[in-house]
């Protein structure tokens, strides 16, 4: 049978993250027993020496640091080999400039996945985009290994990492404090507080009994959350 066409149910949100083993740029990775406790964003891109694919790094390369402050660290993969990974990040740091960054050094590991098996797991391999290339995905995986959000882009089109960022301090926003964040959400903004489980919560709310809590309806009520407690609480590890 030719393992190539075997059919792999994509991740979910919610799974645990798909295990593997890996040769990278920073030595052999154990994923994701390696990172337990910290969280992980995993992205794919298509190629090595690939325009858009430098930019990303570059970007990624210069917030590395940001997200390590957030309790966040970085691996990316794509379908070429270890040289040829290498040889890309020395180039990018002796030749590459792009929006003032410049000399950047790309620390953070980058996994040779020349058979495709890591990229089938979580399903980075898309055939109506391309058969031999990974598309430009992106995995958050909390600090117990589970899958917590997935976002896919063509190759064509480079990552909003201000995004990146914003979903994953939302992510342990809502975690730390149990509430959702609405849309356009960012640190410093109101929250949403959980659905009333009772008609009696519901009507307290909406005779403005819960302190420091806004309800449009019974069902959408927001409240302040500052900005200087939120990050003070998800940068904590830092």
């Known amino acids: 049978m030719d ?6 149910p994509m ?3 919610g799974d645990p993250a ?3 083993k890996a040769i990278t740029t920073q030595g052999e990775i154990n994923f994701p027993s390696d990172y337990k406790g910290s969280w992980v964003i995993l992205f794919s891109h298509p190629a ?13 390369a210069t917030l590395e640091e940001k997200f390590a402050q957030a ?4 691996i990316g993969l794509s379908v070429d080999g270890l040289y040829s990974h290498i040889a890309w990040l020395r180039n990018i740091k002796e030749k590459i400039e792009y929006k003032g960054m410049k000399n950047v050094e790309v620390k953070f590991p980058l996994i040779e996945d020349i058979t ?10 898309q055939p109506g985009e391309s058969s031999t290339k990974a598309v430009r995905a992106v995995f958050f995986i909390d600090p117990k290994g589970i899958i917590r959000a997935i976002v ?3 190759l064509s089109l480079g990552r909003n990492f201000d995004e990146l960022y914003r979903a994953l301090i939302a992510m342990q926003t809502a975690d730390a404090f149990s509430v959702a964040t609405p849309a356009d959400w960012q640190p410093g903004d109101d929250v949403i507080v959980p659905p009333a489980g009772s008609c009696g919560v519901a009507k307290d709310r909406m005779e403005g009994k819960e ?5 449009y309806d019974w069902y959408f009520c927001t409240k302040p959350l500052d900005k200087e407690t939120l990050l003070k609480t998800v940068l904590k590890k830092a």
């Not at 090595?48 to 990624?60: A, H, K, L, Q, Y």
């Not at 495709?116 to 391999?125: C, D, P, S």
């Open 71 to 74: 309790n966040c660290k970085l």
């Open 152 to 154: 896919y882009y063509p």
């Open 48 to 60: 090595d020496f690939t325009p858009v694919c430098t930019s990303e790094f570059i970007t990624f």
């Open 18 to 20: 798909p295990q593997f």
């Open 3 to 8: 393992t190539s066409e075997t059919i792999i």
């Open 211 to 215: 302190k420091d809590t806004t309800c």
């Open 116 to 125: 495709m098996e890591v990229a089938r797991k979580y399903g980075m391999i």
């Open 11 to 13: 991740p979910r949100i």
